[in-house]
């Protein structure tokens, strides 16, 4: 599988995961599978034994490690990393998108990559 079809099967199991538990992410996903709301970002896609995933977007607070960063800091995030499941996979578009949390306010994930 490559990776576009990774991340639309990603897409499709999360949704069905989320309609599961009784909560329609579907109006947050484009055509591309990615999942947006209020200049905010996220897309999954499947790894060997771990769901991937890229979020991206405005922040108002900077991250404790990057707090010394503060001058040059213009308000966009960007993350990639990994999380366990699809039960993961939807605490962090919940926190990330719909409830707008901060970087260090975000569920527990593994973080391969950051920047400002």
Same mark, same amino acid.
């Given at each position: 599988? =490559? #990776? ?12 069905? #995961? ?23 970002? $996220? ?5 060997? =034994? ?13 991250? $404790? /490690?990057?707090? @010394? ?8 995030? =960007? ?8 039960? /993961? ?17 975000? @569920?527990?994930?593994? $973080? ?5």
């Amino acid at each position: 599988m =490559d #990776f576009l079809e990774s991340r639309r099967e990603a897409a499709e199991r999360l949704l069905r #995961f989320a309609a599961a538990q009784d909560a329609d992410i579907a109006p947050f996903r484009d055509e591309y599978d990615v999942f947006s709301h209020r200049k905010r970002w $996220i897309d999954f896609w499947l790894e060997s =034994d771990a769901v991937g995933y890229h979020l991206r977007g405005e922040i108002a607070k900077l991250p $404790i /490690q990057f707090a @010394t960063s503060q001058s040059s800091f213009r308000g966009i995030w =960007d993350e990639a990393g990994s999380i366990d499941d699809l039960h /993961q996979a939807l605490e962090l578009l919940q926190s990330w998108l719909i409830d707008a949390k901060e970087i260090d306010e975000l @569920t527990d994930r593994r $973080i391969h990559r950051s920047m400002i």
